[in-house]
C-alpha cells in the first residue's frame, strides 16, 4: 500500500502536531478482483450451427438430386418372409416411428418432462432408441432412392419424397450440432424436434398410408 504523509496542526491547547496518512489505493494490490472473460454475444453461439445447417442441406438437396436423375430399378431391398419389398419397406419405416417415439419420451424422462419421472437408464435409452431408428431407416431410404425414384406423381408420394431427404439432412444437422459446445439451450431441442417430426411425416405418408390403402400384413 502506498501513501502520502502530511502534517495537521491541533489548535487545541497542549496538543502537539499529528502525521496522518492519506492512502492513494483502497484496496491491497493483491485482493483485486479477478478479471473475467466477456460473455459470448447470442449471435456468436448461433453462428456456430452455420456449418452444420449447410451441411444438412447439402445432404438434403444430393438425395433429391440422385433420386430425381437416378433411374428406378424397381427392386433394392427384400428380406425372407415378406410378400415384397415394399411390405419391408413399410415395416422398417414403422420400426423406425416406434423407437423414435421411445426417444422422444425418454428425452422428456432425462430433462424430468414427465411429472419427476427420471430414471437413471433414460440417456441410454435415448441414445440407443435413436440409433437403432436411424439403422432402421437407412434400408428405408436405399429402397427409395435405388428403386422408387423421387416421385413426384402425386401430392402424397411427392411430401413422402420431399420429407425423406429432409429427413436425413435434419439427422446429419443434429449428429454435426451436439459435440459443438456454446450452442444456445434450445438448438439440440428444436433441431432434435425436427427430426422426430420430419420422420413421422415420412411414416404418414407410406406406411400408415399402405395399411390404411391394403390391409395390415407382411
Not at 502536531?17 to 483502497?26: F, T, W, Y
Not at 419424397?161 to 435434419?170: M, Q
Request: with cysteine; aromatic share 12%.
Amino acid at each position: 500500500m502506498t501513501g502520502r504523509r502530511r502534517t495537521i496542526a491541533d489548535t487545541r491547547p497542549g496538543r502537539e502536531p499529528v502525521d496522518v496518512r492519506v492512502l492513494n489505493e483502497p484496496l491491497d494490490a493483491g485482493l483485486a478482483p479477478p478479471v473475467l472473460p466477456p460473455p459470448v454475444p447470442d449471435g456468436a453461439r448461433q453462428g456456430s450451427l452455420f456449418v452444420p445447417l449447410l451441411v444438412g442441406a447439402a445432404v438434403a438437396v444430393a438425395m433429391g438430386a440422385y433420386g430425381r436423375y437416378h433411374t428406378p430399378t424397381g427392386i433394392a431391398v427384400n428380406v425372407a418372409g415378406f410378400s415384397s419389398p415394399l411390405t419391408v419397406k413399410v415395416w422398417l419405416g414403422t420400426g423406425a416411428a416406434v423407437f423414435a417415439v421411445i426417444q422422444l419420451f425418454s428425452a422428456m424422462a432425462m430433462w424430468g418432462r414427465l411429472g419427476g419421472f427420471s430414471p437413471s437408464w433414460a440417456g441410454s435409452v435415448h441414445r440407443w432408441s435413436g440409433r437403432i431408428a436411424f439403422l432402421l431407416t437407412v434400408p428405408v431410404a436405399v429402397h427409395c432412392l435405388y428403386a422408387l425414384g423421387f416421385v413426384d406423381a402425386e401430392p402424397r408420394a411427392l411430401a413422402h419424397s420431399l420429407l425423406g431427404c429432409l429427413f436425413f439432412g435434419a439427422f446429419s444437422t443434429k449428429m454435426l450440432a451436439l459435440p459443438k459446445p456454446g450452442l444456445a439451450g434450445w438448438v439440440l431441442p428444436v433441431v432434435g424436434g425436427v427430426v422426430f417430426t420430419v420422420l413421422i411425416g415420412v411414416w404418414l405418408t407410406s406406411s400408415l398410408w399402405y395399411f390404411a390403402t391394403f390391409g395390415v400384413g407382411f
